[in-house]
């Protein structure tokens, strides 16, 4: 893949994403890779171990604001986290290139740039819930969820929402999925997500 956000870059921070792209019909490459390099970038940024979390959540804030409006001081703090990170890590060099990744997504088509800044939205929130919840300036006992609603919102928030976008985007460029039904099939798109997501939980049991 010659693009050089699609290919180098996304290959370099991706793992079988990068595969998985390569599969997807031409219309669903460009905004599904898109929301890949965005949803990876704001996790870069609220993993920096090089920056304390007031500043993280202060990032994640400035990500945010930028999807909706494009006056956001986000760059500036990017600048500030690169100097301050591994210069040669795929990571970083995505920070680097997130202004461009930026202006592919505000010329996405308005449905599909809804789709995603939802999806982002959802995701960045979850983030700043993580940081807040489970994750201070010094080691913490581990962090149980209380309720049952608590977990549903998690597993939502990390992985739910991934599988509503996805069954969303399909629906919206391939004609022969167009006849799926618009409230039954992102919740079972929702429910895959979450299952994944409890799989990976499960699997981290020691």
Known sequence: MSDPLLGPLLKGVSRSFFLTLWVLPP???EPMGLAYLLARAADTLADLPSVN???RLLALDYFRRRLREKDSPLFKYIADAC???DAGSSEIILLRR???CL???DGLENGDREKVSRLLMTLTQGMMTDLTVFHGENPRPVVALKTRRDLESYTYSVAGCVGKFWT???MAHRPSC???????MPQMGIRFGQGLQM????RDLP
């Open 27 to 29: 219309d669903l490459k």
């Open 53 to 55: 979390l007031p500043d």
């Open 83 to 85: 100097r301050a990170g």
């Open 98 to 100: 997130l202004s461009d």
């Open 103 to 105: 202006q592919r997504y």
């Open 168 to 170: 969303e985007m399909v």
């Open 178 to 184: 167009s006849h799926w039904d618009p409230e039954a």
């Open 199 to 202: 799989t990976n939980i499960l």
